[in-house]
């Protein structure tokens, strides 16, 4: 910047000085608010108030600023400690940097380091407080002033990753995670995006809760683990309980575009759609895993009334069946949503096709198609031998047999014998 401390102490003059009974008061007032030449005449007085913060929360002047967006105040406290350094700057006497900055660090770089970090009485940084407030350029020049990524509050044990995804600032969470890169934490080993807070919530987790799917696609391109579950029951979301996963917040919320960007990360990170790239990776499917309630994603959005829902969250529908001509480039299953889940249970072979919930114990004749034992019998006690049909190739049914399923074979004898081989559509 142009304008050094120096000539704004001389502009200011003693008429300023005069109206200012508490200048460290002043000082985090005219940082709020954006007066930048009058921080730079308090700190060109009295580099002390550098450091200076509020009784009350801790807050000092990087962190007013910070947090109203204020980058030009920023601008104007580090021109102070570069004069500081600077030998030209000082009378002949002061060739040796002041003692209240040799605490701080032995150059201009150490210095705003240790400033720029310093935290307040809940371990909150100016970092944090600038990705709240979506203020990128602010968030940009504490980074490139050596703001730690890694730093995070004492109370819930936020990072400044969490703040950018709650507040869903696209930008920040970019440069945080540029800012990064590959590093890990050197304490626990875990990368920026693995990190979870108090209650072990990662930024995902806050992305999803806060619908911001743009931040949930960069985090999940930074390989964000969307398997990762909470420890502890979340002091901010009282619907967030222990063990939940992404999966389980965007069920409770009702959130489907949410659902489909987690199911396809899902399906690419799980290899199904690579399957000359290697081995695929052994992730656990998100629909199937449940919180320490014993209660899964979709048991999650029924009880909320998300019926749409259910087809989706169903883990025993296959991926590549949900995402069928738009991940896998090619149509394979016709007709519309509902007949291609049909058909996607129908090969699975796990799951009745008529009722979606009991398993396939009965082999229709002669297409030998599956089905349950009681939707068999439904059907021979409402239809006649002459308009009896498979619901799945309509043709027409000449008896049933027990299925012979593999993962069946171990199933008790009675269910496999529900229908006997003998029944045949009522007349």
């Not at 019926?307 to 069946?321: F, G, H, I, Q």
Request: charged share 20%; glycine share 8%; with cysteine.
């Amino acid at each position: 910047m142009g304008n050094t401390a120096s000539a704004h102490a001389a502009a200011g003059g003693s008429s300023m000085s005069a109206r200012i009974a508490d200048p460290g008061k002043e000082l985090l007032r005219s940082a709020e608010q954006g007066e930048a030449n009058v921080v730079a005449w308090i700190l060109a007085t009295d580099v002390h108030y550098l450091s200076h913060s509020s009784v009350f929360g801790g807050n000092t002047a990087w962190h007013k600023a910070a947090k109203a967006g204020r980058v030009e105040v920023l601008e104007a406290m580090e021109q102070v400690v570069q004069e500081q350094f600077t030998m030209a700057s000082k009378p002949s006497r002061e060739l040796m940097p002041p003692y209240r900055l040799a605490r701080l660090g032995s150059s201009t770089a150490d210095v705003l380091a240790r400033l720029v970090n310093k935290a307040n009485l809940k371990g909150i940084t100016p970092l944090m407080l600038a990705c709240a407030g979506c203020h990128t350029d602010v968030v940009a020049w504490l980074l490139k002033h050596g703001a730690d990524v890694w730093r995070h509050d004492r109370v819930r044990r936020h990072t400044a990753l969490h703040c950018a995804a709650q507040a869903g600032a696209i930008d920040a969470v970019r440069l945080l995670l540029a800012s990064a890169g590959n590093s890990t934490h050197p304490t626990t080993g875990k990368r920026l995006v693995e990190l979870g807070n108090h209650a072990g919530l990662t930024a995902l987790h806050y992305a999803v809760h806060c619908d911001e799917l743009e931040a949930v696609q960069l985090l999940l391109a930074a390989d964000a683990d969307i398997t990762a579950q909470a420890e502890f029951p979340d002091l901010d979301w009282s619907t967030v309980n222990a063990g939940d996963t992404v999966m389980h917040i965007a069920a409770t919320k009702g959130n489907i575009d949410c659902i489909q960007i987690l199911l396809r990360a899902y399906n690419e990170k799980s290899g199904s759609l690579m399957p000359d790239s290697g081995l695929p990776r052994r992730l656990r499917d998100p629909r199937a895993m449940r919180n320490d309630y014993g209660r899964l994603p979709y048991h999650l959005a029924m009880r909320k009334g998300h019926t749409w829902l259910a087809e989706m969250l169903d883990p025993s529908v296959p991926v590549r069946y949900l995402l069928a001509g738009e991940e896998l480039g090619t149509d394979t299953t016709w007709g519309p949503p509902r007949l291609a889940t049909i058909a996607a249970l129908g090969e699975d072979g796990r799951t009745c096709g008529v009722c979606l919930d009991a398993a396939p114990t009965a082999c229709i004749l002669p297409c030998k198609h599956n089905m349950c034992a009681d939707c068999a019998m439904d059907m021979c006690e409402r239809f006649s031998i002459s308009t009896a049909v498979c619901p799945f190739c309509r043709c027409i049914i000449r008896g049933f047999a027990p299925t012979n399923l593999p993962h069946l074979a171990a199933a008790p004898a009675a269910a496999a014998a529900a229908v006997p081989s003998s029944a045949t559509p009522t007349s």
